[in-house]
């Protein structure tokens, strides 16, 4: 069955610009997560949604933000880019609830310039 | 929030060594997974180990969730093995808070 699968892979953005980075969730997975890798912070935990709210947000500020869909497909989006948001962005899904394994995307890498 | 410590944080083998790997928490979790992150920045899971022992192949891993540590071992090493190994918690929240990583480069 299809993993996890991140649009777009690369990308490069210009300093105070916008991005949204996709994620389409293992089918039947209706949590999906998002976390931010840095050489300096590693992984961290940005948000988690099921059946389209909001469930957990990471420390992270107000810029990066997130939707699900009502098909499980999610979005997070980053406004006004900094040079410090450059990072890999990684997608997971999952069954909702303990016990049940957490499987990632190959994530997007997102460059600011 | 909960703290995992990973060691050592990096680790250079011979191909054909076996290693160990150690994760310790801080707290009681209900989710542990290992995974290996590839060249390409993938996270491919490797065990859903909350507490037992599972064995996959030339990897196993062992969870004593009492004394809040778990170990992964890799057996006869090869080169495809290198790359990071990062252990992750959860406290029932589908947050996972990930260690700092193993380097492993296997040498041939």
């Known amino acids: 069955k299809a993993g996890v699968t991140q649009t777009p892979r690369y990308l490069i953005k210009t300093r105070g610009q916008q991005v949204t980075l996709s994620c389409s969730p293992i089918?039947?997975?209706?949590?999906v997560s998002w976390y931010q890798q840095t050489p300096g912070q590693g992984l961290q935990f940005l948000f988690e949604y099921f059946s389209e709210t909001q469930r957990n947000k990471g420390n992270f500020p107000g810029r990066f933000s997130g939707r699900q869909f009502s098909n499980s497909r999610s979005e997070m989006n980053v406004s006004t880019l900094e040079l410090g948001d450059s990072a890999l962005y990684l997608c997971?899904?999952?069954?909702?609830?303990?016990?049940?394994?957490?499987?990632f995307g190959e994530g997007s890498w997102l460059t600011v310039v | 929030g909960i703290q995992v410590e990973q060691s050592p944080p990096d680790l250079i083998l011979q191909e054909g060594a076996n290693s160990t790997l150690r994760c310790n928490f801080s707290?009681?979790?209900?989710?542990l997974q290992w995974f290996h992150q590839n060249p390409w920045g993938q996270l491919i899971n490797l065990f859903y180990i909350p507490s037992g022992t599972k064995q996959n192949g030339r990897l196993s891993a062992t969870t004593v969730a009492t004394e809040r540590y778990s170990l992964l071992y890799i057996s006869s090493s090869q080169t495809t093995d290198s790359g990071v190994y990062f252990c992750?918690?959860?406290?029932?929240?589908?947050?996972?808070?990930f260690g700092s990583g193993t380097r492993l480069q296997v040498q041939p």
């Open positions: 992750a918690v959860e406290k029932g929240r589908r947050a996972l808070t």
């Open positions: 997971a899904s999952s069954r909702d609830g303990p016990g049940n394994t957490i499987y």
């Open positions: 089918s039947g997975h209706r949590s």
């Open positions: 707290d009681s979790v209900n989710n």
